[in-house]
C-alpha cells in the first residue's frame, strides 16, 4: 500500500493531499529513512511522523483499504508521541 494512502485510511492524516504534501516534504520517515507518498508500506514498518515540534512514531500493524473511524487505530500501534 501507498504510504500516503495508509496515513489517510489510518487517519493519522485525515487528507490524502496533505498526506502526500506531508510525505514528500520529509515529514515522514520510513523504518529512518525519508520517504515519498508513493513509498510502499508493508506491516510491521515504523513510520516517523514530525507534527511540527512533536513527533509520532508509530509501527504498522495492519493494511486495509478502507476503515470505519472506530477501527482506524488498530491498524498501527504508537511506540512514542
Known amino acids: ?3 500516503d494512502k495508509f496515513l489517510k485510511v489510518s487517519r493519522i ?3 490524502r493531499t ?5 510525505t514528500n516534504g520529509g515529514v515522514v520517515l520510513v523504518n529512518g529513512k525519508e520517504s515519498k507518498a508513493s513509498t510502499k508500506v508493508k506491516v ?3 513510520l516517523d511522523i514530525t ?3 512533536r513527533t509520532m512514531t508509530v509501527r504498522i500493524l495492519d ?3 478502507t476503515t470505519k473511524k472506530e ?3 488498530q491498524l498501527y500501534e504508537v511506540i512514542s508521541e
Open 1 to 3: 500500500m501507498r504510504l
Open 13 to 15: 492524516i485525515k487528507r
Open 18 to 22: 496533505v498526506a502526500k504534501d506531508a
Open 44 to 46: 510491521g514498518d515504523v
Open 51 to 53: 507534527f511540527g515540534e
Open 63 to 65: 493494511l486495509k483499504d
Open 71 to 73: 477501527e482506524a487505530s
